[in-house]
C-alpha cells in the first residue's frame, strides 16, 4: 500500500494561484501513472488531471490551460499547479496512485 499525503492547499480570490504537492511513500511512484480529482460539496468526485510513467499528461476540459499537472520522481512527489482560479474549482483535491489515495487538501477560491 502507497501512503499518499497532499498539502499546498487554501484560501485564495479568484485569479490567483496556488500549487498543490502531494508525496509518495513506497517504490511504486517511479512505475506508476498519477493523478488528481476533486469533490465539491454535493457532487461526486471527477479526475481534473493525470500524468503517466513517460510524462504524457491528460487534464478535464474545466481546467486545460489553467492547471499543469507534473512529477519529480527522484522525489517521489506529483505537483498540480493551478493559474487563474475560479470560485468553480473549489474543492477538496484528492491525490490518486492506483487505488491509493491521500487524505485531500481543500482549496477555496472566493470571488
Known amino acids: 500500500q502507497v501512503h499518499l499525503v497532499e498539502s499546498g492547499g487554501g484560501l485564495v480570490q479568484a485569479g490567483e494561484s496556488l500549487r498543490l504537492s502531494c508525496a509518495a511513500s513506497?517504490?511504486?511512484?517511479?512505475?506508476?501513472?498519477l493523478g488528481w480529482y476533486r469533490q465539491a460539496p454535493g457532487k461526486v468526485r471527477e479526475r481534473v488531471a493525470v500524468?503517466?510513467?513517460?510524462?504524457?499528461?491528460n487534464y478535464a476540459d474545466s481546467v486545460k490551460g489553467r492547471f499543469t499537472i507534473s512529477r519529480d520522481n527522484a522525489r517521489n512527489t506529483v505537483y498540480l499547479q493551478m493559474n487563474s482560479l475560479k470560485p468553480e474549482d473549489t474543492a477538496v483535491y484528492y491525490c490518486?496512485?492506483?487505488?491509493?489515495w491521500g487524505q485531500g487538501t481543500q482549496v477555496t477560491v472566493s470571488s
Open positions: 490518486n496512485l492506483g487505488l491509493d
Open positions: 513506497g517504490s511504486i511512484f517511479s512505475i506508476s501513472a
Open positions: 500524468i503517466t510513467v513517460g510524462g504524457r499528461t
